[in-house]
T-cell receptor, first 114, second 114 residues
């Protein structure tokens, strides 16, 4: 099992450009999450999904959109990138069947917006 | 609402000495508590979790955590630190009777000196 994978690993954008980050999991998990990690801020939840076809806003959703068309994939989109979106982005998944759900994280995508 | 605090940005300890990384939490119901570790340029990895029962939870790599309901704490401990334990540690909490989405602390950088 590959677990949770993220594409791409690194990306440099110019202000105003758009891009999509792809997260894939092969564990048949119901829940998927997108976080951003910034120095001193810990992990902040951007959006999450509790099942195929569903999405919900997290703590810092502005400037991002997501889609979960297939159970195994969770896409994070930046329509018009801004320097404030320079960050490391992590995707995670969990079983989502209730109870103390352990999250499994991808290796991260380092995004720089110039 | 649920929240978690990691009061120390950084913990320094000498190799071979015991280590403690602190975490306190707030939930309205029964807590599910987690510790994750992040090594440089990697995603987060699950260490251990508390669900119910024994207040001392044992996890990966020799780590353990003690749940204290009266002090609303879940401190991470290890009897003898290794240089390879140097990493960023995150505490997370989920309200057992509420949202399935956990809240993460800001992280504590553990530095183990040779």
């Amino acid at each position: 099992n590959a677990g949770v994978t993220q594409t791409p690993k690194f990306r440099v954008l110019k202000t105003g450009q758009s891009m999509t980050l792809l997260c894939a999991q092969d564990m048949n998990h119901e829940y998927m999450y997108w976080y951003r990690q910034d120095p001193g801020m810990g992990l902040r939840l951007i959006h999450y999904s509790v099942g195929e076809g569903t999405t919900a806003k997290g703590e810092v959703p502005d400037g991002y959109n997501v889609s979960r068309l297939k159970k195994q994939n969770f896409l994070l989109g930046l329509e018009s990138a801004a320097p404030s979106q320079t960050s490391v982005y992590f995707c995670a998944s969990s079983r989502g069947l209730g109870g103390p759900d352990t999250q499994y994280f991808g290796p991260g995508t380092r995004l720089t917006v110039l | 609402a649920q929240s978690v605090a990691q009061p120390e940005d950084q913990v320094n300890v000498a190799e071979g000495n015991p280590l403690t990384v602190k975490c306190t939490y707030s939930v309205s119901g029964n807590p599910y508590l987690f510790w994750y570790v992040q090594y440089p340029n990697r995603g987060l990895q699950f260490l251990l979790k508390y669900i119910t029962g024994d207040n001392l939870v044992k996890g990966s790599y020799g780590f353990e955590a003690e749940f204290n309901k009266s002090q609303t704490s879940f401190h991470l401990k290890k009897p003898s630190a290794l240089v390879s334990d140097s990493a960023l540690y995150f505490c997370a909490v989920r309200d057992g009777g509420g949202s399935y989405i956990p809240t993460f602390g800001r992280g504590t950088s553990l530095i183990v000196h040779p």
